[in-house]
């Protein structure tokens, strides 16, 4: 364990105490059943406050940061349970002294709405997961289409005696793939991947481009017209 965490629990365990020692010193005449739920409560809402210093709600390694997309839902149930939480406690010994019974019904209502609040954050969560997810497939395809191209280069410029128009029309393609848009749509992810295919061909014979010539010029074109059918394509 770090040092961290250490003083992380030591300043829990000691806010707790002082929490138990303040109830103690300022009892009064509560019943112990009373004075136990009002601990019990209290001790609930420092932990909610505390639990992120213990446990991080960001996570810096979730490229999705899903749990961004719910700490706003999470934070207002917080702390909408602990004010209403310490009003009822405020209001229930101090002013009109409720009996136990009703104050430990209030209290598990309010728990129970917290829990509510709490899977409500945690379906954001997921959902902000799901669409990242969504997102992430939408460019894998597109990615794998820049990246054939970038092994092409790589290959023409490991390879001599090759026509300066076939250079500039693989430039002015790998420029082209930078207006392609990211769709939720299967038609553009089988273009994607015969774009990547055809292109793969092409890298493949491109080494003896005289013998190939005919088949490297026939994949080019087919990969010139499959990028403009997947140009026209966007996200449903």
């Known amino acids: 364990m770090d040092t961290k965490k250490i ?3 030591i300043a829990l365990i000691g ?9 103690i010193l300022f009892k009064g005449g509560l019943a112990d059943n009373i004075f136990i739920l009002n601990i019990v409560v209290s001790s609930l809402i420092y932990a909610l406050f ?3 210093v213990l446990v991080p709600w960001i996570d810096l390694s979730d490229k999705s940061q899903k749990k961004i997309g719910s700490l706003g839902l999470r934070w207002f149930f917080t702390w909408l349970y602990a004010i209403v939480a310490i009003i009822v406690m405020i209001v229930g010994n101090l002013v009109f002294q409720w009996s136990f ?3 430990i019904i209030i209290h598990s209502i309010l728990i129970f709405l917290l829990i509510l609040g709490f ?3 945690i379906t954001s969560s997921d959902k902000v997961k799901e669409v990242y997810k969504q997102e992430t497939l939408n460019r894998s395809g597109i990615i794998e289409m820049k990246t054939a191209i970038r092994n092409l280069k790589d290959k023409i410029n490991k390879t001599s005696n090759l026509p300066e128009s076939f250079t500039t029309r693989v430039n002015a393609l790998e420029e082209s793939l930078r207006f392609i848009s990211p769709a939720n749509n299967n038609d553009a992810y089988e273009l ?3 774009f990547t295919y055809t292109i793969n061909e092409i890298t493949f014979a491109v080494t003896n481009y005289s013998l190939n010539e005919q088949t490297i010029e026939s994949n080019f074109k087919k990969a010139e017209r499959i990028y403009q059918n997947r140009k026209s394509i966007y996200s449903n």
């Open 50 to 52: 505390f639990v992120d």
């Open 7 to 9: 003083l992380s629990w």
């Open 192 to 194: 994607e991947r015969t």
């Open 101 to 103: 019974s009703l104050q």
């Open 15 to 23: 806010g707790e105490a002082i929490i138990i020692a303040a109830f």
């Open 119 to 121: 899977v409500a954050s």
